[in-house]
């Protein structure tokens, strides 16, 4: 009898979890829904579907390689961050060591060696100096060595006077962007070049820099035709905190400077960098385009006060193709000479400087967001001309 009272109070226990198990799998928001009794026929309501995961788009703006974000603009550079004349004589190595193999000859041997003098000119050529100032140097230096019998230290010297007169040490390198007046602003930078030279990087580290001189820039995504322009424009406008104005690719690249300049004349902004395509200088329909934008600018009442060429330094002699074909279409005013610390080529800077007379303001010295210099022609000079490791 005890054994049956205990079966019947197990069941009756088994009983009462499944009934409460079942009410609770059906209270709102716990357990599965319960299954209809049946399946719906076709053309039934069959209830409300359950909402659709949405993909979580993520933006991730890469990290800069001193400072992050507006803040980084506001506060400037890091502490550690190197001094431009500092920068020219650590990040000009290659060009340096170059410059360095072929004068030690001259150095160690002296001015009456011939075969020194050849290897010097071989330097210079190796470097991108170029065939016409290179001839010119090195007689020049064979001058002044014979007239002052100069040996060792004091060959270094008169070579580095001679660098000096190349690269233009009196030629003004600043860039012309001072406040205009409330009715004149902003002043517009035209920022050319073929595509691969770090035209967009120059643009955004430009864009950087006037904001902490306390200068507000506006930038124009002019660069419709490649596809990935605008959007890394864009990263830089949330870097510096500048207003990008952009259109869709393939947008008439004028139509994009002209609202630029109205943006940044409704802002007050001081400065409109447009950043334009450059798919081959060789190309007529793309100088043409170049000159649109300009006359579209000029129009408009916008003052162009510079326009900038953009040159990889790695292309050496191509560059002053390229520069040829620029200013004799759009009218160019300075040079940024990029990637001047990956190259043992930096005489490029002394060839386009004496070959085509238009100064290099600003030149690129490694991949950070603080590492477009002002060129300094004696930093540069005295980089070059070092005792190696010096």
Request: hydrophobic share 45%; glycine share 12%.
């Amino acid at each position: 009898m005890t054994d049956i009272v205990l079966v019947l109070l197990a069941v009756l226990v088994l009983v009462l979890a499944g009934t409460v198990g079942v009410v609770a799998s059906r209270r709102p928001g716990v357990g599965p829904p319960p299954a209809p009794d049946r399946e719906p026929a076709v053309g039934e309501d069959a209830g409300p579907r359950p909402p659709a995961r949405r993909a979580v788009e993520t933006v991730t703006l890469p990290e800069p390689a001193e400072a992050a974000g507006p803040a980084a603009s506001a506060a400037g550079p890091a502490a550690g961050t190197v001094a431009p004349r500092r920068r020219f004589a650590e990040r000009l190595g290659r060009s340096r060591s170059a410059l360095a193999r072929g004068l030690t000859g001259l150095l160690t041997r002296g001015a009456a060696d011939e075969e020194a003098w050849e290897e010097l000119e071989e330097a210079l050529l190796a470097a991108d100096v170029g065939v016409t100032t290179t001839g010119h140097l090195v007689e020049r230096l064979r001058e002044r060595a014979r007239a002052g019998h100069a040996a060792g230290r004091a060959l270094r010297e008169l070579l580095r006077e001679e660098l000096l007169d190349a690269v233009g040490r009196d030629t003004p390198r600043t860039l012309d962007l001072d406040l205009l007046g409330e009715q004149h602003k902003p002043g517009v930078v035209l920022v050319v070049g073929v595509n691969g030279t770090g035209k967009t990087t120059t643009v955004g580290k430009l864009a950087l820099a006037l904001a902490q001189e306390g200068k507000q820039p506006v930038l124009a995504a002019a660069d419709t035709f490649r596809a990935a322009a605008g959007e890394q424009l864009a990263v830089w406008g949330e870097r510096t905190g500048a207003p990008v104005i952009r259109q869709p690719q393939g947008a008439d690249p004028a139509a994009v400077a002209f609202d630029g300049l109205a943006s940044a004349r409704a802002r007050g902004a001081d400065v409109l960098l447009v950043d334009t395509a450059g798919r081959l200088h060789t190309k007529a329909n793309l100088m043409e385009e170049l000159r649109k934008v300009r006359r579209v600018l000029e129009r408009e009442g916008g003052q162009v006060r510079e326009v900038l060429l953009v040159l990889d330094a790695t292309t050496g002699q191509n560059g002053l193709a390229q520069a040829r074909q620029f200013t004799e279409a759009i009218g160019v005013t300075g040079l940024v000479l990029t990637k001047l610390d990956g190259t043992a080529r930096g005489g490029i800077v002394i060839a386009v400087q004496r070959e085509l007379g238009i100064p290099v303001k600003l030149v690129g010295l490694g991949e950070g967001l603080y590492d477009l210099a002002p060129f300094d022609p004696e930093a540069f000079v005295d980089a070059l001309v070092a005792e190696d490791g010096a």
